[in-house]
């Protein structure tokens, strides 16, 4: 039987929308026929988490965080995934919170990163993501260095994921500065880029980038439904059947 995935949600609504369509679409992937994932999504209100990212109350969105967690655990999720990669500087607040499994976004991306082969990337991320230590130690312990576009860039990728990817806005200008900061980051030396904020896969793709792309959002996704699912499917599964002659 597969396993309850939890979800922490509503940073933003639409990034936690593409986490609900991509695990239920790599599902049926998975298993075919009809299945979806079995999940519990918990929804904050991300103007509450906003406001105490801008105001440095990070301790403050940590205990939040983690009483939603614990509310899913309480409502059957075998696993808690938090649908954001700049809340994970509270990670360990929420780890610590809970008795299940807390899918960690920052080591299932290195993990993907290091299994390339590859040791220094470029991250495209909120600007509290790509200049605080979290997100760069993290990477670290799996032996992969991290490389932030320069000043005015920056500024420029932070805003268009609050004032245009979080508002439901996606646009073609944007999308060529993002496509030229990326070509920067190849000119430097990166040898690939990740895409550390969930809602900037709603805005590129691979296609976008001269340089390979790490989507965090689908790595966090995949990696967890490893978890989930069983190892040997149970009779009747299409994932049987499909081997059968």
Not at 46 to 67: C, N, Y
Not at 84 to 91: E, G, P, Y
Request: contains cysteine.
């Amino acid at each position: 039987m597969m396993r309850t995935i939890g979800l922490i949600g509503g940073m933003s609504w639409e990034s936690s929308a593409e986490y609900y369509r991509l695990l239920n679409e790599e599902t049926r992937r998975r298993l075919g026929g009809h299945h979806c994932a079995r999940s519990v999504l918990l929804t904050v209100d991300f103007a509450e988490i906003e406001a105490m990212q801008r105001s440095g109350e990070w301790e403050r969105a940590g205990l939040l965080l983690a009483e939603s967690a614990q509310s899913l655990e309480r409502a059957g999720a075998d696993m808690v995934l938090l649908c954001t990669n700049t809340m994970h500087q509270v990670a360990d607040q929420i780890e610590a919170a809970i008795n299940v499994p807390f899918v960690h976004l920052v080591d299932a991306t290195a993990r993907r990163i290091a299994a390339a082969g590859l040791t220094t990337v470029g991250l495209l991320a909120t600007r509290f993501t790509m200049e605080m230590d979290f997100y760069r130690s993290r990477m670290r312990q799996h032996g992969v260095e991290i490389m932030v576009p320069d000043e005015p860039d920056r500024t420029l990728v932070h805003d268009v994921i609050y004032q245009e990817l979080t508002q439901n806005r996606v646009e073609s200008s944007s999308r060529e500065e993002y496509r030229r900061i990326i070509a920067e980051l190849a000119g430097r030396g990166a040898q690939a880029v990740i895409l550390g904020c969930t809602e900037i896969t709603l805005l590129i793709g691979p296609g976008d980038s001269p340089l390979p792309v790490f989507d965090s959002t689908r790595i966090h996704v995949e990696t967890a439904l490893d978890l989930a699912l069983p190892a040997d499917p149970a009779p009747g599964d299409d994932r049987q059947r499909e081997r059968v002659p």
